[in-house]
């Protein structure tokens, strides 16, 4: 397995603007979490899936950006109307049971102009 | 709700010295604790953790850390740190329970003066 995969990797876009990034997990793991980590920061919780289902969202988590993991493999994260404060890394992890450390991968670096 | 305090925000170290990079926690239950490390341009990677028993923890790349539940604390240590250990360090929490929601610490960046 080659790890969590994000793309793409980074991203550059007008405000106002919508923008979608994927996750692809490590394939035996179930569940999934997105996070958002900016300059001088630690990673903050956005929301995370058990299979397709999405058990917890951070009240981060404006109504501007939805997540989604339809057949409990992969994950999406949509922002719509971007704006400049969006501008982040996102990174996404996944993990077998919860307690085995999570694996991370290189995140998506965006860039609201 | 849980919060992570990494009162250091850089470390310098003279390389092969010793190292310790600090992590206290507040939390109404009890947590498992975490270190990661995040090279440039990459993702978090696991150093070690604690989840149950003795609480001196080995991880990779010969580090280690603590936990004291007393003092609620977690410090990651190193004997002799190398040019390539120059990184950023975080500490997180988890609550013990259904919640998986990590609480990370805001970084300790560890560089080393060769």
């Known amino acids: 397995d080659t790890g969590v995969s994000q793309n793409p990797r980074h991203k550059i876009t007008k405000r106002g603007q919508n923008v979608t990034f994927r996750c692809d997990p490590i394939?035996?793991?179930?569940?999934l979490y997105w996070y958002r980590q900016t300059l001088g920061q630690g990673p903050e919780f956005l929301t995370y899936?058990?299979?397709?289902?999405?058990?917890?969202k951070s009240r981060l988590l404006s109504d501007r950006f939805s997540a989604e993991r339809p057949k409990g493999s992969f994950s999406t994260l949509e922002i719509q109307r971007t704006e400049q404060g969006d501008s982040a890394m996102y990174l996404c992890?996944?993990?077998?049971?919860?307690?085995?450390?999570?694996?991370f991968g290189s995140g998506t670096r965006l860039t609201v102009v | 709700a849980q919060s992570v305090t990494q009162l250091d925000s850089q470390v310098p170290v003279f390389e092969e010295a010793p190292v310790e990079l600090r992590c206290n926690y507040s939390?109404?239950?009890?947590?498992?604790l975490f270190w990661y490390v995040q090279y440039p341009n990459q993702g978090l990677q696991l150093l070690l953790k604690?989840?149950?028993?003795?609480?001196l923890v080995k991880g990779i790349n010969g580090f280690e850390a603590e936990f004291n539940k007393s003092q609620t604390s977690f410090h990651l240590r190193k004997p002799s740190v190398h040019i390539s250990d120059t990184a950023e360090y975080f500490c997180?929490?988890?609550?013990?329970?259904?919640?998986?929601?990590?609480?990370f610490g805001t970084g300790t960046r560890l560089t080393i003066i060769p």
């Open positions: 939390s109404s239950v009890s947590v498992y």
């Open positions: 394939s035996e793991h179930n569940r």
């Open positions: 997180a929490v988890r609550p013990m329970g259904g919640n998986e929601k990590l609480t």
């Open positions: 604690y989840l149950s028993g003795s609480t």
């Open positions: 992890a996944s993990s077998l049971d919860g307690l085995d450390g999570y694996t």
């Open positions: 899936f058990q299979n397709e289902a999405q058990l917890e």
